[in-house]
């Protein structure tokens, strides 16, 4: 396999498949994050949180459309104004929805399933009609294209490098409000008994409104990034949520670092057999790999100590 | 006939509904149309179909809801724009043509399902209609049952034929061959790495391409990936592929995976002037989505491009931005799917019969000049004699064509040696 290579290009192929794997784990984690705390937090099991990344990457699109033909001078930083309206387009659709229709399934766990399905393909069908069937291309700013070439074979990606330091952001943010402040102590004492939360005096309804909108809120920034990589479109939400989903039940539902580990070893796991071996083969081991280890350890990598 | 169609969009869309149920205001529309003009109706409908002294209907069948709406959108344009053309250049037959319209919803079954509805219920006399192999293969049974006749318009992988369908669009061996030669010849490629999608389409066509470089182009294929449907992360290939240095990146990648691909590309510094890169799956439309930038300098091999210098296409892009807006763009299958009513209408006015039998017979050797490909003619064995063209994406999204085969291509559906 090596044979043909010589000393510096294995080198670098290691240095340059770290680097992708690294991209990969970010990127796994960005999508994962918004879920994790959905899902993992609340027991909510979102079908419709790529629907959620897509609204981001809509919004993304439209910032882009409007600096490019009112404030083109500003055009090179219009990214980051992107990505804090997509936070708040999806985080107050996922208020409006929390509101509508989740608050009413609280005790019946597995329906969100099929209502947050059926959520996702009205929200399909409305981008649509309303932005139209066709995919939509983003343009990003100058700076954040292109590669730094470091050595004649090894090239890091800007954009790689910018999803890579988002990622590392928002989850140093979302671990601190979850295990550092009183907001986060609200949403676990929630989480693990409702019933007396509620009787010690925390608002569990706003308490649920407000996770549920910062989970779909991550979901519009993990969107609004993947611009950068991936298509806009009304159906490209689907592209991410088998991944989003496996990344978060391996993980162990209800810990944060079990997401992060979750998506370092599957994201590892899948780059490097992509290297060795062809593209749907390194799918399908990936997934065998997941659900052998699910069957051993059915509640994920991580799990919360509580007493049931 | 261009008089006829100064309308902006919304008014023809309107007129178009107005037309499925009552025909009074779109006849008054048009003065050259002469009612009753053509044959009489038990002369040229014998088995039954849709057709009246002053009406026939069509159906068409493609996807406006669910993933393959993104594709399906423009083939419904197109064939729009062609019945508006055809009925204000007077019909078929002297008959007017009016459409129904199915959705087959990105769901196969739901596409035999519609496809039996048009022709038990409606007798449509020909649909327009599908677009993925996957929605072909599930209407073939039902149109071979109820001896319909289907006009499918996309690129597709050959190792098929019947009496009942016409296939527009180019087969594997069209489109795959011609550019394969001129890019080992043009562009001095001996060694190709072969990425597609996983599914029937780009392991049939990969195979062809494998046999042709290796058995007739003398060169070697370096790698031959195939990545899921939605597949959206490249990094390790684009190492791969990095370390390989194959003269040609030889690429199949279809839908969201696409714009991933080229993105990623971009981003990896793989830089499409200098590395040659032939795909056989983007076409203008995909490029609305990856964004012209991202894809700047590769090469596409196609029969169609919106950019082709010729009077036909100047006429076709003209009408077709008119009807459907300045910025719509027109992709290979979009052109393959216009052709399909005026096929049908050529072929109905030869055989002198709305009848489906005697139209499977008269298709061979039917010619169309007015094709905006150029000049386009139906084999016996219901597929196109077309050409081969080799684009290079510019910065603003459009192909420069910058290779055509000499002559047309002969349909070679089931080609020998390739298999």
């Keep these: ?308 | 006939m261009s008089d006829d169609i100064e309308r902006g969009l919304e008014s023809s869309l309107r007129r178009k509904l107005l037309m499925g149920m009552a025909a009074i205001p779109a006849v008054a529309l048009m003065p050259k149309f002469a009612l009753g003009a053509g044959p009489a109706t038990s002369e040229v409908n014998t088995t039954g179909l849709a057709v009246t002294d002053t009406e026939v209907t069509v159906g068409i069948l493609h996807s406006v809801t669910g993933t393959m709406a993104i594709s399906e959108t423009g083939s419904v344009q197109a064939e729009k724009l062609a019945i508006e053309q055809i009925n204000a250049a007077g019909g078929v037959l002297g008959r007017k043509i009016k459409y129904i319209q199915e959705d087959g919803a990105s769901d196969w079954p739901t596409f035999a399902e519609k496809a039996k509805k048009l022709l038990v219920q409606d007798k449509v006399a020909a649909i327009m209609g599908c677009w993925t192999s996957a929605s072909r293969k599930a209407v073939l049974p039902v149109i071979e049952q109820y001896n319909g006749m289907l006009y499918y318009p996309t690129f597709y992988e050959g190792l098929e034929q019947s009496k009942n369908v016409i296939y527009t669009g180019q087969e594997a061996t069209q489109q795959i061959l011609a550019g394969l030669d001129w890019v080992a010849k043009e562009k001095a490629g001996k060694s190709f790495y072969l990425i597609g999608s996983d599914y029937i389409w780009p392991r049939t066509s990969m195979k062809i391409a494998r046999k042709h470089i290796e058995a007739h182009l003398g060169g070697s294929v370096s790698g031959e990936e195939y990545f899921p449907l939605g597949h959206t992360q490249f990094n390790s290939v684009i190492n791969k592929i990095k370390l390989r240095k194959p003269d040609v990146i030889y690429c199949a990648v279809v839908g969201g995976s696409n714009v991933a691909f080229y993105k990623q590309l971009k981003a990896a510094g793989i830089d499409l002037s200098k590395q040659t890169l032939l795909t056989i799956s983007v076409t203008e439309d995909e490029i609305d989505g990856i964004g012209g930038e991202n894809i700047t300098g590769a090469y596409a091999c196609m029969k169609y491009f919106q950019s082709l210098e010729n009077d036909n296409n100047k006429e076709f892009v003209a009408e077709f931005k008119k009807m459907w807006g300045e910025k719509t763009v027109i992709g290979d299958v979009t052109q393959a799917a216009y052709l399909g009513p005026w096929l049908w209408k050529m072929t109905v006015e030869k055989a002198g019969s709305f009848d489906v039998d005697k139209i499977a017979v008269a298709s061979t050797d039917i010619e169309f000049t007015k094709a905006p490909e150029g000049y386009v003619k139906i084999h016996e064995n219901h597929h196109l004699w077309s050409k081969a063209r080799v684009g290079q994406v510019q910065p603003d999204g459009q192909f420069k064509v910058v290779f055509e085969t000499a002559d047309l291509i002969e349909p070679n559906p089931f080609p020998e040696g390739y298999q």
């Design chain 1, 1 to 308: 396999m090596f044979a043909e290579y010589s000393l510096p290009e294995l080198g670098s192929i290691f240095v340059m498949q770290g680097f992708a794997g690294l991209i990969l784990f970010s990127v796994f984690l960005l999508m994962a994050l918004g879920l994790a705390i959905i899902f993992g937090q609340m027991g909510v099991i979102n079908m419709a949180h790529g629907e959620f990344m897509i609204l981001g990457a809509y919004v993304t699109y439209f910032t882009s459309q409007f600096f490019l033909n009112y404030i083109p001078a500003l055009f090179s930083i219009y990214f980051f104004l992107a990505m804090g309206l997509a936070f708040l387009a999806s985080g107050a659709l996922g208020m409006f929805i929390e509101w509508a229709m989740i608050r009413h399934l609280y005790k019946r766990p597995l329906d969100t399933l099929l209502a947050t399905w059926g959520l996702s393909l009205i929200l399909q069908q409305l981008y649509r009609s309303f932005f139209g069937p066709r995919e939509v291309g983003v343009e990003l700013p100058e700076w954040m294209m292109g590669s730094i070439p470091v050595t004649d074979m090894v090239e890091v990606q800007i954009n790689g490098l910018f999803v890579m330091g988002l990622t590392m952001a928002i989850t140093i943010a979302v671990a601190f409000l979850m295990y550092k402040s009183r907001w986060g102590k609200q949403v676990r004492a929630v989480v693990q008994n409702r019933v007396m939360a509620g009787a010690v005096g925390i608002n569990t309804e706003k308490v649920d409104r407000y996770t549920f909108a910062l989970g779909c809120g991550i979901a519009g920034v993990a969107g609004s990034a993947f611009t950068m990589i991936g298509s806009t479109g009304p159906t490209s939400g689907q592209l991410y949520i088998v991944d989003t989903f496996l990344v978060v039940v391996f993980g162990g539902a209800a810990s944060l670092l079990g997401t992060i580990a979750s998506a370092f070893t599957i994201s590892q796991a899948q780059s490097t057999m992509e290297f060795f071996l062809s593209g749907s083969m390194a799918k399908v081991l990936t997934l065998l790999g997941v659900v052998g280890i699910l069957m051993l350890r059915p509640q994920g990598l991580f799990t919360l100590k509580v007493r049931r």
